[in-house]
C-alpha cells in the first residue's frame, strides 16, 4: 500500500468538483487538494539498529532479509487510520522500526523472538499493515531498539482437507491470494472485511475479525480451528477438533491478542464450497429502528442472508442512496442490503422466506441492483477518506456492538457525543451509521464521521472519541466489535473485562513473554 493514505495509488481519484465545492459550502473548507510528499522526502528517525543486533537478526533469516532502507522502515510505521495518516503527513521527522526483518517460516519467526527476548529488542508483528486502532506503532517504551517482524514470507497454502472442509494457511497470506489458492480446490474462505485486499489471515485471526458475509459464514474467530503461533519462549498449538471438553479454550487466548502473546505463523480455518449462485435483493424501510427490528425477526428465523446490512437514514441519503435515488428508484427511510450464496435450490427457499419476513416487519422490496451496486464499491469506503482528508475534510470510523435492546440508546448516545464534540465554528458534524454484523441477540453498529479538519485535527478526533468511547460503555456495548483494541481502544479495556481480567492477561504475557518485548503499547493498559 501506499505510504501516506490506504490501497495502491490506482485506487485514489480526486474528489469531482461539484463535491469539493459542496464540501466547501457546508464545511467551510478551502476544498483544494493539499500537496503530497514523495516517500523520498520524508524524513524518519535515525535507526538505533546496531551493527551487532543486525549480524544477529541476519544469521536468523539471512543478510537480504533485515532491513534498514528509508521505504521499508516508513511503510511499516503504522497502520491506516485517520490518525494514523494525519501523523504520517505532518511536518518534521516520522517515528519507524529500526528494522524490517522478513522471515519466510515459523522456525525463523520462534528465532527471531528468541534472539529479540535476549537482546531485549522490541518486535512489532507486522501482517497487512490494515490496522486502525494504533496496534502497529513501533513503541519503544524502555526499549532502545524495535524492529517490525513483517510476515509476507509466511504466504502458502499448507494443506487441504476437502472431507472435513478445512484449510491451512501462512499467517502472512492476503485475503485475495487464500481466495486465489482455494479456488484451485474448488473451495472458498468466504471471509470479506472491508480490508479484504491487503489484510493478513494472521491479522484476521489476531484481530478477531468479521467480514462482510458474517452473517452466513460467520466471524473469523467462529472459523479458526487451529493455531500455530511462535513466542518467544517456545511454540504453542492450540485446536485439535471442532470441539473440545478439555479445559478452556486456549485459541481464545490468542484470537484477538494483537501479537502480544506471541506470533500467529499457521492458521487452519473452516473452508466451504465455492457457492453454486448468488441472489442480491434489496430493501428500503421507514426508519432504522423498523429496520432493525427486521433483521432481528429475520435472524432469529433462521433464514438469514449471507450478506445482511442496513444503513441508517443519514448514510442511506448520503452514501448509499446517491442523493435519494439508487438504480433510477427514489427511496425514503433506510436501506437493507442483503445477498444469499449456497445452491440454487437453497437460495430460492431461503430468500423467499426471508421476504416474507422483511415484508411482514414493513420492508419494500427494491429489486437485486442497490446490492449489486453496494458490493461493487464494498471495499472503496476507504480511498473516499483519503480523499476527503485530501482536501482537508476529517472522515473517520468507530465500531461497537450490544443486545438488541440496547441498540437504539447507544446509538443515540454515541452519535450525540460526536456531533457535540466535532460540530465546531457553525460547521456541522455528520455522523452516519449501519449494521452489518447480525446475532440472535444483538448486532454491531458501525458509525461513519465527517467533520471539517481544523485547529488541531488530532486532538478533536481524540476528544470525539473519548467521549463516544465512554458513551458506549455507559450504553452497554463492547468497546470494539471487530477494529481489535490496539492503543486506541486499550484505556477502556479494563471497564471491558474488569481489572482482574486484565491482571489475568498480564499473568498469561509475563510467562510467554517475559521480557515484554511483543508488540508493546498494544492491547494491555
Known amino acids: 500500500m501506499v505510504w501516506d493514505a490506504w490501497g495502491v495509488p490506482e485506487g485514489h481519484a480526486p474528489l469531482p468538483e461539484r463535491i469539493r465545492g459542496l464540501l466547501t459550502q457546508v464545511f467551510g473548507i478551502p476544498g483544494e487538494p493539499a500537496a503530497r510528499r514523495d516517500?523520498?522526502?520524508?524524513?524518519?528517525?535515525?535507526?538505533?539498529?546496531?551493527?551487532?543486533?543486525?549480524?544477529?537478526?541476519?544469521?536468523?533469516?539471512?543478510?537480504?532479509?533485515?532491513?534498514?532502507?528509508?521505504?521499508?522502515?516508513?511503510?511499516?510505521?503504522?497502520?491506516?487510520?485517520?490518525l494514523d495518516l494525519l501523523r504520517r503527513r505532518a511536518d518534521g521527522p516520522q517515528d519507524a522500526p529500526d528494522a524490517v526483518v522478513f522471515p519466510t517460516d515459523h522456525d525463523q519467526v520462534a528465532a527471531v523472538l528468541a534472539y529479540c527476548a535476549e537482546q531485549e529488542i522490541a518486535v512489532v508483528p507486522f501482517g497487512g499493515g490494515t490496522s486502525v486502532v494504533g496496534g502497529l506503532e513501533p513503541v519503544r517504551g524502555r526499549f532502545e531498539t524495535v524492529i517490525a517482524l513483517d510476515l509476507r514470507g509466511l504466504d502458502g497454502l499448507l494443506a487441504v482437507d476437502p472431507v472435513s472442509g478445512t484449510a491451512t494457511f501462512g499467517a502472512g497470506v492476503t485475503g485475495p491470494r487464500a481466495e486465489e489458492l482455494l479456488a484451485a480446490h474448488e473451495l472458498s474462505l468466504g471471509h470479506f472485511p472491508q480490508s479484504f485486499e491487503f489484510a493478513s489471515i494472521g491479522g484476521f485471526a489476531a484481530t478477531r475479525s468479521s467480514g462482510q458475509a458474517s452473517s452466513g459464514y460467520g466471524r473469523f474467530d467462529d472459523m479458526v480451528q487451529r493455531l500455530r503461533i511462535a513466542t518467544p519462549t517456545g511454540t504453542v498449538t492450540v485446536g485439535r477438533a471442532p470441539a473440545s471438553a478439555a479445559g478452556p479454550d486456549l485459541r481464545e487466548l490468542f484470537l484477538g491478542s494483537e501479537g502480544t502473546l506471541g506470533v500467529i505463523t499457521e492458521v487452519t480455518a473452516r473452508v466451504h464450497p465455492i457457492p453454486e449462485d448468488t441472489r442480491y435483493e434489496a430493501w428500503t424501510f421507514p426508519d432504522f429502528d423498523t429496520g432493525a427490528a427486521a433483521l432481528r425477526a429475520l435472524v432469529?428465523?433462521?433464514?438469514?442472508?449471507?450478506?445482511?446490512?442496513?444503513?441508517?437514514?443519514?448514510?442511506?441519503?448520503?452514501?448509499?442512496?446517491?442523493?435519494?435515488?439508487?438504480?433510477g428508484t427514489a427511496v425514503d427511510g433506510c436501506l437493507a442490503v442483503t445477498t444469499f450464496e449456497g445452491t440454487r435450490a437453497h437460495i430460492v427457499a431461503r430468500s423467499a422466506e426471508a421476504a416474507e419476513i422483511l415484508r411482514a416487519a414493513g420492508g419494500t422490496p427494491l429489486g437485486p441492483e442497490p446490492a449489486r451496486q453496494w458490493e461493487h464499491g464494498r471495499f472503496a469506503a476507504p480511498y473516499l477518506r483519503d480523499a476527503l482528508l485530501d482536501v482537508g475534510v476529517l472522515c473517520e470510523t468507530l465500531e461497537t456492538a450490544a443486545c438488541w435492546s440496547a441498540l437504539p440508546e447507544l446509538k443515540a448516545k454515541v452519535t450525540a457525543a460526536l456531533v457535540d464534540r466535532l460540530t465546531v465554528g457553525g460547521a456541522p458534524a455528520l455522523v452516519m451509521c449501519h449494521i452489518s454484523h447480525t446475532y440472535p441477540t444483538g448486532a454491531s453498529l458501525y458509525f461513519t464521521v465527517v467533520a471539517a479538519m481544523r485547529d488541531d485535527p488530532i486532538a478533536r478526533w481524540q476528544v470525539a472519541k473519548r467521549a463516544a468511547g465512554d458513551a458506549i460503555m455507559a450504553a452497554g456495548g463492547t468497546i470494539t466489535h471487530h477494529h481489535a483494541v490496539g492503543a486506541d481502544h486499550r484505556d477502556w479495556l479494563p471497564e471491558e473485562i474488569g481489572d482482574l481480567g486484565v491482571r489475568v492477561l498480564r499473568a498469561v504475557k509475563r510467562e510467554i513473554d517475559p521480557a515484554g518485548i511483543l508488540n508493546p503499547g498494544t492491547l494491555l493498559p
Open 39 to 82: 516517500e523520498g522526502d520524508v524524513p524518519l528517525r535515525s535507526t538505533e539498529l546496531s551493527m551487532a543486533h543486525r549480524a544477529g537478526l541476519s544469521a536468523v533469516v539471512g543478510a537480504d532479509r533485515v532491513s534498514t532502507e528509508h521505504r521499508d522502515r516508513l511503510h511499516h510505521a503504522g497502520g491506516k487510520s485517520t
Open 300 to 327: 432469529r428465523s433462521g433464514a438469514a442472508p449471507t450478506v445482511l446490512r442496513l444503513s441508517d437514514e443519514a448514510e442511506t441519503a448520503l452514501n448509499l442512496a446517491r442523493a435519494g435515488d439508487i438504480g
